[in-house]
């Protein structure tokens, strides 16, 4: 039973990195990413078929990290420079990356049977699925750290700027198609990253394995972002990593409650729409969050006396 | 000369197929540091004049220097980082989703390019950001001073406003354009925002331009009042000039029911 929830740990973490490129794309940057399906089976294709040729797994990483990088440099660029709408950007790339991924692949399916770990991670009693769970804790946590870490600085200010409101980013000097294009590959690296660890986790990668990843990061978000209510962003990403965990989790019950494999993607779907649906949902005495007060239409303006007579509501804490 | 337009030509298609020349060879001239208040009815060009300036939209032929540097020759951001811009939607002016410090520490970084290794460069707004941030407040009698840290989304429409007043002259503008930027607030908000507007304009030395269709702030601010009609020079008053004419003066001009007059 033990194992059951500490492999639902493993794939949520594993999966992690996905809901965070979807959160860097569809949050801080406010663009419809589709790529994603693509640059997650890229992600895991090229890992696998590096590790399978005996390249050290931190390499082959490193090779998937960069091909998602790419891929979304490619629909950034058609968005920014051809003026092609984001979604249409997105599965352009992602059309074209199907048949990249099986030219990289070699074949549609490929099984991992032999991983060699570089670092003799502390099982904690528990074989590999503990092995697996420190490690990716750690990676995870290092990731959060440093995402949160780059969207404090000036450079993540801009970035968080086009999505907020990209006429006053361009009113104040950002250069939106730079940052738009740095935000999306950046997003895509991480979503690969996703793609090679699934791939090692589960013991192969799949031409295929790409398909929904979109609406499965979204749905990662979502349910992360509805427990913790981030009204920061580093609470925020770690929201993202907890939803990953999470969504992992009613998997996992799912299965036990005897689902077959075969209606994965249908109870996939439900429970992201029931997330969905419960973002929707304003329980009485639940403060907004910033987000839904930031995407309300604005109130017509008040004096200022009125609203200086308000408490400070919105403080970060 | 601070801003030199010379022969500034441009037009678009309207319903119907055919084409409206708004600008045919327009020129305008201001010194440094001149506050220039500029009316006319709806269509005139006004917001259009300041988009050309600003550059969201681009002219079909004719030149703009801002202190002798050919503006349509750099891209859009560079040559936003010699312009302080509020627009008339208090919603447009700021990023609603961050908070007063992040929003202000925004503007002050126009001058550097923040999507660059510098931008990497430490976590902004820092503690030392935010208490400088809190005193320029402060010394402008804002009660904005003590909630540095609130989400712009969550102020009233005058509040925003007054903080993209302020976004507008950080960062050393050479030029400040206002469009309208006290039209969608109501007269006690917009009293605070145009005594703001004069004192920051004031202290800034900035070469600015201010749309608007109040005939009472036309009459009371700026150094020079001028009228646009169908893209052209209507009339162009110094200060001195201005203090002989009335509201009903500027009404019979242009033939007015467009004109508001909030006094």
């Known amino acids: ?317 | 000369m601070s801003l030199q337009v010379d022969q500034l030509s441009w037009g678009h298609p309207v319903p119907g197929g055919s084409w409206r020349q708004l600008f045919r060879n327009f020129n305008f001239q201001s010194p440094s540091g001149q506050f220039t208040v500029v009316i006319g009815s709806n269509g005139s060009g006004k917001s259009t004049f300041l988009n050309l300036l600003a550059g969201t939209l681009r002219c079909s032929s004719g030149s703009i220097r801002l202190n002798d540097q050919p503006l349509q020759q750099l891209s859009d951001h560079r040559r936003a980082r010699r312009i302080g811009r509020v627009m008339q939607n208090p919603l447009e002016g700021t990023c609603p989703g961050l908070t007063i410090a992040e929003n202000l520490r925004l503007a002050e970084g126009r001058r550097r390019s923040a999507i660059s290794w510098r931008g990497l460069t430490g976590v902004h707004p820092s503690r030392a950001d935010r208490r400088r941030y809190r005193e320029l407040l402060q010394q402008l009698g804002l009660p904005l001073a003590d909630r540095i840290d609130t989400l712009v989304g969550q102020l009233s429409g005058g509040q925003r406003q007054t903080i993209s007043l302020v976004m507008a002259t950080m960062g050393q503008p050479q030029m400040l354009l206002l469009d309208e930027h006290t039209a969608a607030l109501d007269p006690k908000a917009e009293a605070t925002v145009m005594a703001l507007t004069d004192r920051l304009v004031r202290q800034l030395g900035t070469t600015t331009l201010m749309v608007t269709h109040s005939l009472d702030q036309a009459l009371r601010f700026g150094d020079r009042l001028v009228m646009l009609h169908e893209g052209r020079l209507l009339g162009d008053w110094s200060a001195q000039q201005r203090q002989h004419l009335t509201p009903d003066d500027l009404r019979k001009m242009y033939g007015s029911a467009n004109v508001t007059q909030n006094s």
């Open chain 1, 1 to 317: 039973m033990l194992s059951l929830w500490l492999g639902a740990y493993d794939q949520g973490l594993a999966y992690a990195s996905l809901a965070l490129g979807t959160y860097l794309t569809l949050r801080v940057l406010n663009f419809a990413d589709l790529t994603v399906d693509g640059s997650f089976a890229l992600g895991g294709g090229t890992a696998a078929v590096l590790i399978t040729n005996g390249v050290p797994i931190p390499l082959a990483m490193l090779a998937a990290i960069v091909l998602g990088g790419l891929a979304g440099t490619v629909t950034a660029l058609i968005h920014t420079r051809l003026g092609v709408n984001d979604l249409f950007a997105g599965i352009l790339t992602t059309t074209g990356l199907y048949t990249i991924t099986l030219r990289v692949m070699g074949r549609s399916n490929i099984p991992i049977t032999d991983i060699t770990p570089v670092v003799n991670w502390p099982t904690l009693g528990q074989g590999d699925d503990g092995r697996w769970g420190v490690a990716l804790t750690c990676v995870m946590l290092g990731m959060v750290c440093l995402l949160a870490l780059i969207l404090a600085t000036d450079f993540g200010l801009a970035l968080r700027s086009i999505g907020n409101n990209p006429i006053m980013a361009r009113a104040n000097a950002v250069n939106q198609a730079l940052g738009l294009t740095i935000g999306i590959a950046a997003a895509n690296a991480l979503v690969a990253m996703a793609g090679a660890l699934v791939a090692m986790y589960q013991g192969f990668a799949d031409v295929t394995m790409g398909i929904g990843s979109l609406i499965l990061g979204l749905g990662m978000v979502i349910i992360g972002e509805s427990v913790l209510r981030p009204r920061s962003v580093p609470v925020a990403l770690f929201a993202v990593v907890i939803g990953a965990i999470l969504f992992r989790l009613m998997i996992a019950i799912a299965l036990q409650l005897g689902l077959e494999p075969v209606d994965l993607k249908l109870t996939t779907a439900v429970l992201l729409l029931a997330a969905m649906s419960l973002g929707h949902i304003k329980l009485p005495g639940v403060n907004a969050t910033p987000q839904d007060v930031a995407s309300e239409p604005a109130a017509l303006p008040a004096s200022e006396g009125e609203a200086d007579g308000e408490p400070n509501r919105g403080e970060r804490p």
